[in-house]
């Protein structure tokens, strides 16, 4: 049933929306908080396709993937729909992410063996930094943001044993490691641990556009369905 629920509910219609929402430009609905609902319903449309492809061809490591990504899509969602400080705020954090990633670069040029590794890393945080942050600094983004935690972000919902739960399983999943690998020689193990990844994962994807559908209605946007 939830297959079929996926199948109907995700259609093509949610590409001609969002194909529509990024026209939408105003004082009241600005492109950064309009780009933010095409964004979480695009990523959303790509997961619930990928689990259940993973889920059909019986691919284990491909289906957690999946459904550790759905999983933050739906706090993501959750926090995004809140309210326009939140909205705000989360379009902050590709700058703050991105200047997090600059800094992994300038930080592990220092700690490769090789010099050329070291100076290709560094020319590359160089060319990097100064465009990031002027795209940051329009959105008052600088390096001592930090870049939103999920994980916080699931209390605020009553989801954080939900989250940890979930988080972890489908993290032991996903690796080629430890528990993938145990699980995959299971043939029992692995059906009932992909019928529940799936199952959870589902109820993600259908809530996330449930929410958005919310939101753009309040705010007298075209919904997804």
């Known amino acids: 049933a939830m297959m079929a629920d996926l199948q109907r509910r995700f259609s093509?219609?949610?590409?001609?929306?969002?194909?529509?929402?990024?026209k939408v430009d105003t004082p009241e609905h600005p492109f950064w908080y309009v780009n933010i609902f095409i964004?979480?319903?695009h990523e959303t449309m790509k997961m619930q396709y990928h689990i259940r492809r993973a889920y059909a061809e019986g691919e284990i490591n491909y289906c957690a993937w999946a459904a550790r990504n759905l999983l933050e899509l739906r706090v993501w969602t959750l926090y995004a729909t809140a309210s326009r400080e939140n909205a705000w705020r989360f379009h902050q954090d590709q700058?703050?992410?991105?200047?997090?990633?600059?800094?992994?670069?300038e930080r592990s040029a220092d700690k490769l063996p090789?010099?050329?590794d070291a100076q290709f890393l560094k020319e590359a945080a160089a060319t990097i930094r100064p465009l990031m942050e002027?795209?940051?600094?329009?959105?008052?983004?600088?390096d001592k943001l930090p870049y939103l935690n999920a994980k916080q972000m699931s209390k605020q919902f009553d989801l954080e044993g939900e989250?940890?739960?979930?988080?972890?399983?489908?993290?032991?999943?996903l690796h080629s490691t430890g528990l993938s690998v145990l699980v995959a020689q299971n043939e029992d193990s692995k059906v009932?641990?992909?019928?529940s990844m799936f199952r959870y994962a589902a109820t993600c994807a259908l809530a996330i556009l449930d929410a958005l559908n919310v939101r753009?209605?309040?705010?007298n946007l075209p919904v997804f369905e």
């Open 12 to 22: 093509m219609g949610i590409h001609y929306r969002n194909s529509e929402l990024v």
């Open 39 to 41: 964004g979480l319903a």
């Open 95 to 105: 700058y703050a992410d991105g200047l997090s990633l600059v800094r992994i670069l």
């Open 114 to 116: 090789r010099a050329m």
């Open 134 to 142: 002027e795209h940051a600094a329009k959105a008052d983004v600088t």
């Open 163 to 173: 989250f940890e739960l979930y988080n972890v399983m489908f993290s032991k999943v």
């Open 192 to 195: 009932n641990t992909m019928d």
């Open 216 to 219: 753009l209605k309040a705010e």
